[in-house]
Each structure stands twice: as C-alpha cells, then as structure tokens.
C-alpha cells in the first residue's frame, strides 16, 4: 500500500514540476519580450546620428538592439536564446509586432547558431503557442 501512494505521489510531483518549468519558461519570454520592446522604443527615440531610429522603428532590427541573443538570422529580424525565439514583424515606421516562440512548445525546435553567430533552421510553435505584441513609441503590449 505505501509503495502505491508513494508511486502515486511521484508521478504528481513530477506532473508538477513539468508544469512549473513550462510556465517559467513563457515567463522568461514574456520578459524577452518586454526588453525587446523596451530597447526598440529606445532606438525609436534616438538620433539617427546616433544609430537610431530618428522617431521612427524603419530601420529596426536586431543588429541596432540590446537584446539577449545567441544568434541572428542573416536578415536581421530574428533572434534566438535559450528561452525561445523572437521575430520582428509587421515593422511600420509608427510599430511593429514582435512573435515569439517559447522553447517549451510543442514543435519548437532551435535552430543552429554557427561560429559568426548566425543563426538558421529550426521550427516554431503552432500560432496558439507562440506569444505576439505591438510596440508603438509609447505603449507596449501583450495580444496573447
């Protein structure tokens, strides 16, 4: 009988613990997320002379940002770290979008980062999974 309940007990410990790790990892994200928009809305405000973007994200990538990446797809719009992967999109000189895929999703699969930090390959979650925002110049938030 204790050998059912401690069994039992394990098998919802480790249940738990899988949960927890997956939710920690979409926080992570989220918070990605946030200084990503946070360092655009700098480029944003700097001079052009200054490497910004002169009160406009035309321009933006991640090439101008500070921003946590293990590597950079060629065409400067995606990145990727251990927490997940990250794309710029719909980039318009008033906004842009940023998609994110947690490395928890199902389907996620990194992509190869080589010697110059370039990355390429990998899979993204399915569209439920992944997170997206919209930055403006002065307001920042989450549409999943």
């Not at 309940?5 to 613990?17: E, K, L, M, Y």
Request: with cysteine; aromatic share 8%.
């Amino acid at each position: 009988m204790v050998t059912i309940i401690v069994g039992i007990a394990t098998v919802v410990a480790i249940n738990t613990f899988g949960t927890a790790a997956d939710q920690a990892n979409v926080d992570a994200v989220r918070n990605d997320v946030a200084t990503l928009a946070s360092a655009a809305q700098g480029f944003y405000m700097r001079p052009g002379m200054l490497g910004g973007g002169s009160r406009t994200f035309t321009g933006l990538s991640f090439d101008g940002l500070a921003f946590p990446a293990d590597g950079v797809t060629a065409t400067p719009l995606t990145a990727q770290n251990e927490n997940g992967r990250y794309t710029i999109a719909v980039l318009a000189p008033q906004s842009f979008s940023i998609v994110a895929d947690p490395a928890s999703c199902d389907g996620y699969t990194p992509g190869a980062v080589d010697a110059e930090g370039v990355l390429t390959g990998g899979t993204a979650c399915a569209a439920a999974d992944q997170i997206t925002a919209t930055v403006e110049p002065n307001v920042f938030a989450f549409d999943s």
